[in-house]
C-alpha cells in the first residue's frame, strides 16, 4: 500500500486527531506534515521540491490560522510550479461565501465543512481526502 504524504495546516490540536482518525477509518496509509501557522506551511509549500524535500499528495487547509490564512498558503503554493496538479482542500467551520469563492480562486479544488458532530466529521471528512488522494 502506498504512502500518501499529507501536508495539513490546522492550528486545533483536536482537529488534528480528528484527520487522523478519520484517515484511519478509511484505512489509508498516510504520514501527515503538520503545520499550526501559515507562515511556516508558506516555507514548507515554497520549499517542495526543492533539494529532495517532499511534494504532498494533498495539501489540506484550515482556514483561519495564525500568522496567515488558507488565501496566503494557496498564493505560495500557485508560486511554486510543483505543486500545481496537487489537490488542494480548505477544511473550515466557516460559511461565509466570500471565503469559499476566494478559495477556489486561489487554486484549492474543494472546500470540506467541518461538521459539528463527531461521527459525521469523521465519515464526510475522510471520504472527502479519499476522493482527493484518487483524483491526484
Do not use: W
Not at 11 to 20: A, K
Not at 52 to 61: E, K
Request: glycine share 6%; aromatic share 4%; hydrophobic share 40%.
Amino acid at each position: 500500500m502506498e504512502t500518501h504524504h499529507i501536508l495539513l495546516v490546522e492550528d486545533n490540536p483536536g482537529d488534528v486527531r480528528l484527520i487522523e482518525e478519520s484517515l484511519r477509518m478509511h484505512a489509508l496509509d498516510y504520514r501527515i506534515h503538520h503545520y499550526e501557522t501559515a507562515d511556516k506551511a508558506i516555507r514548507a509549500l515554497s520549499g517542495c521540491g526543492n533539494d529532495g524535500a517532499q511534494i504532498p499528495d494533498l495539501i489540506l487547509l484550515d482556514y483561519n490560522v495564525p500568522r496567515g490564512n488558507a488565501r496566503d498558503i494557496l498564493a505560495a503554493a500557485s508560486m511554486n510550479p510543483v505543486l500545481a496538479d496537487i489537490p488542494k482542500a480548505v477544511v473550515t467551520s466557516s460559511l461565509a461565501p466570500k471565503d469559499r469563492e476566494q478559495a477556489f480562486e486561489l487554486g484549492a479544488h474543494c472546500f470540506i465543512h467541518k461538521p459539528q458532530d463527531l461521527d459525521s466529521f469523521l465519515a464526510e471528512v475522510g471520504s472527502k481526502i479519499v476522493e482527493l488522494l484518487r483524483r491526484g
